[in-house]
Structures are given as C-alpha cells and as structure tokens.
C-alpha cells in the first residue's frame, strides 16, 4: 500500500490533541457568544430561529441579524448530543478537528514533511481556541473539507460538487470567510 494512501499518525495525535483541549473545558467563553449560539440553543429545544437570550436587545423576534447556517448545524449537533456545554464546546472541537484533519491531508498530498503535520493542530488552536463559541470553526471547516477534497485529487463530478458546496456553505456560515 503506497505511502499517501495510509492514515497519518498525526492525525491520530491531533484527534488526542483536541480531546485533551475539550476535556479541559476549551473553548471558554466569549463575549458575544450568547449571539451565536442563542438561536441554536432556541432551536434544540424547539423553539423558532430566534434568540430569546438577547430579546431586549434588539427589537426583531427572528434572529436575522447572522446567517442562518451555523445557527441550523449548531441546532441540529445540540439534538443530537444534548444541549450542555461540553456538547457546545465539543462542536468546536470537532471543527478544529477537520480543520487539522483537511491540512494534513492537502501537505500528504504535496509530500511536505512530516513534522509539519504536528504543527497544525498548533496552527488551528491559535487561530480560533481564544474567540469562544463562533461560527468561524464551522465556516473553516467546510471551507477546508471542500478545498481538500479539490486538492486532493477528487475528480468526479458528484464529489467536485460536494466540494464546492462545503466552500459555499462555508462562506454562507460565516460572511468574512467568503473571500
């Protein structure tokens, strides 16, 4: 079996990595986080896409004020695993994760070298570990999947486009991740 085809070890050392930061209660919260996990929370427990946590605030019912797409993932993760804060919490990790996954995957296929690999769960959690519960690890995420799987040799047509819409809905998750 060639080389290239294997899963790495780092990838098994970044699932471990993330563990241990979710274990401790990573990521801690952030200001605006009631902002983007209010509707989702709203949602799990069968409420509408609203955020009742900031009603005063602002003088709309419906939340309309972010993009919906994180909202509706985040909603459906929360049903799924429960409405607690290891469940919010293990979302985002689970975000860094394919975020590390999807660049250790695109330096296999470029054949850069090894120890480059053990940097990048480094990489993420400097990039996104210290802005709490926000919808930029979803939009990474898909952004990264999508440009993976374009990177990383897939070629038919119904993979190509479930790679551009992960960019898409990326995009969509989080407005300054369009570019």
């Known amino acids: ?22 274990l401790l209660d990573y990521p801690k919260p952030y200001v605006d986080d009631l902002s983007y996990i209010g509707a989702a929370l709203n949602m799990a427990n069968g409420g509408d896409f609203s955020n009742p946590l900031l009603a005063r605030q602002f ?9 919906p797409i994180h909202s509706y993932v985040l909603a459906g993760w929360l049903k799924i695993f429960g409405i607690s804060t290891g469940s919010l ?18 330096l296999r296929r470029h054949r850069s070298p090894v120890w480059l690999e053990w940097l990048i769960p480094l990489a993420v959690t400097d990039a996104f570990l210290t802005h709490g519960l926000r919808p930029e690890p979803l939009a990474a995420a898909f952004v990264m999947v999508g440009f993976a799987l374009i990177e990383c040799g897939v070629r038919n047509k119904i993979m190509m486009f479930l790679a551009f819409l992960f960019m898409f809905l990326g995009g969509a998750a989080a407005p300054r991740m369009i570019l």
């Open 1 to 22: 079996m060639p080389a290239s085809s294997k899963i790495p070890i780092s990838l098994f050392g970044c699932l471990i990595f993330f563990f241990i930061l979710w």
């Open 59 to 67: 003088s709309e019912h419906f939340a309309f004020y972010y993009t």
């Open 89 to 106: 919490t293990g979302f985002q990790m689970v975000m860094y994760f394919l975020c590390a996954a999807s660049a250790i995957f695109m």
